[in-house]
């Protein structure tokens, strides 16, 4: 049986015998560039605590309390900045709003130049609020409702990806009921398998996403968008799965778009003008972990691309993609205060803290492996092989399934996971009627919250009895 079809859970009960580890990092107290925030430091003059953006834990801690999400501001402009860089004015960078959305968030993007995608009205709503230009606005979705399909195109976003024969006649028809002419990316499904957890790969054909290229429903597409009024067609959109290290894929999903594109020409006497390869570019989440930086992504995706366009005699088409966890993933960790600490003999020392599952929902869900550090001081303890766990009613939930902490860890410590910037706070959840944490951004030794801590009030307040 394999871990993930556990009856009781996610790899429930799975001990391995004491050496099965690898042997515990030189210097607990180290922190690898790769996996935490740039600012992140040790500050000497709070007994080794952790700094960001020149604050030290043990003062935020003070003022936000535990647990908390903790954001790099500068870092996320920097990666934003890195981002628009590496693909230059001929491209689009469209932020995945998904991985972390907030009326912040979407200032910072705005002011660095980035574009915005989103996937639900709620989504679109915040990002409209907080002043985002709608035409920078990318819509997607697999079921989106008629009203979220009537607000975007009153709105007048940039573009709207339409996942299926359905969707495309709803966009039409509310474009033509508005008086409007939407433009329209379709979004294909290439037949490419990412190399990555099952649940988050989106381009094999046998899931919901997207109409094959494979079955001739997105050659199918295209005619019908080509003849609908209220629509234009502009491009074509491919995106194949989350958290990839491997540029193979994005090469095979290419070469398989820029073929449509030459179909479309041959049948239609129609290029297209714009492709959008998608995002899910990975992240360092420990050190084992390689991700490729933005100016290697640019020039590999452009590099393919242009090459293939070049054999099928196509003029190159402006370039899209989507960064989220790429640009929030590393900005930000999670501080949580330890509560209980129980050894077991030979196996592992279970380390509890006052969040879990309910802010970090990745670890159940995906089989994800973080890095964690003791972050209110250092310690020259021998190291302990530990377990980081939740305080919620189950056996599966997990912050950190195996790292290494000093043996002399104590209650009200802090600890801090870093890369927790996406999928954390948005997949955040009341589980066990917990508050779901703020988020505070840190920048130039200032602090300030952009999400508030749920309060009790705000739990009760729904329940309407």
Known sequence: ???????????????????????????????????????????????????????????????????????????????????????????????????????AVVRWLHEEGLNLDVCSGGELLTALDAGMPAERIAFHGNNKTAAEIERAVAAGVGRIVVDSFQELVRVAHTAQALDRVQRVQIRVTVGVEAHTHEFIATAHEDQKFGLALAGGQAAEAVRRALTLDGV??????????????????????????????????????????????????????????????PHEIAKALGDIVTRECESAGLAVPRISVEPGRAIVGPTAFTLYEVGTIKPLEGL???????????????????????????????????????????????????????????????????????????????????????????????????????????TEEDLLRLDVG
């Open 232 to 293: 234009e067609l502009v491009g074509i959109h491919s995106h194949i799965g989350s958290q990839i290290f491997d540029m193979a894929g994005f090469e095979v999903s290419a070469r398989r778009v820029v073929g449509l594109l030459a179909e479309i020409r041959d049948e239609h006497g129609v290029e297209l003008p714009e492709i959008d390869l998608g995002g899910g570019l990975g992240i360092a989440y420990t050190s084992d972990d390689d991700p490729r930086e």
């Open 1 to 103: 049986m394999s871990r993930s079809a556990h009856p009781a859970g996610p790899r429930h009960g799975d001990v391995l015998p004491e050496g099965h580890y690898a042997a515990p990092p030189a210097d607990l107290n180290a922190l690898d560039p790769k996996v935490w925030a740039r600012t992140v430091r040790r500050d000497p003059a709070e007994e080794g605590a952790l700094s960001v953006g020149g604050v030290p834990v043990t003062r935020l801690v003070e003022e936000f309390g535990t647990p908390a999400y903790f954001l790099d501001e500068e870092d996320f402009r920097a990666r934003c900045r890195d981002w628009r860089s590496a693909f230059g004015e001929g491209a689009d960078v469209f932020y995945a709003g998904k991985a972390f959305l907030s009326r």
């Open 348 to 454: 592992r020392t279970y380390v509890s803290v006052d969040g879990g599952m309910s802010d970090n929902i990745r670890t159940a869900l995906y089989d994800a492996e973080y890095s964690v550090a003791l972050a209110s001081r250092v310690s020259d303890a021998e190291p302990m092989l530990v377990r980081v766990v939740g305080k919620h009613c189950e056996s599966g939930d997990i912050v950190v399934r195996d790292a290494f902490l000093p043996a002399d860890l104590a209650p009200g410590d802090l600890l801090a996971v870093p890369a927790t910037g996406a999928y954390c706070r948005s997949m955040a959840s009341n589980y066990n009627h917990a508050l779901r944490p703020p988020v505070v951004a840190v920048r130039d030794g200032r602090a300030r919250v952009i999400v508030r801590r749920e």
